[in-house]
């Protein structure tokens, strides 16, 4: 049950929750980065509060998303759902 503004800014990989904004900024940098994210990248998730299965549980979600849009993509997936713009990168 987030508000639109927090759905906006979690599409811009932000978050005021110090926890889901850690998430989602290492999320994108899996995403960016195809997986080689930094030491340094992995230390601040950690001294967030995620363990290892929470690390873990990030990167699978990120690929299991991308897997996802590829499949959809070549499949020519209707949408059923309302469509959102992919943003630039800040």
Known sequence: KL???EI???RDGRAQDPHANAALRFARR???SRGRVTDIELA???????D???VIEI???VALNV??????NVAQTDIDFPKVSA????
């Open 3 to 5: 508000s639109d503004g």
């Open 8 to 10: 906006d800014a979690a």
């Open 30 to 32: 899996v995403a960016e």
């Open 44 to 50: 601040a998730l950690r001294a967030a509060g995620f």
């Open 52 to 54: 290892e299965a929470g």
């Open 59 to 61: 990167v699978v979600t």
């Open 67 to 72: 897997l996802t849009n590829y499949v959809n």
């Open 87 to 90: 943003k630039l990168a800040a």
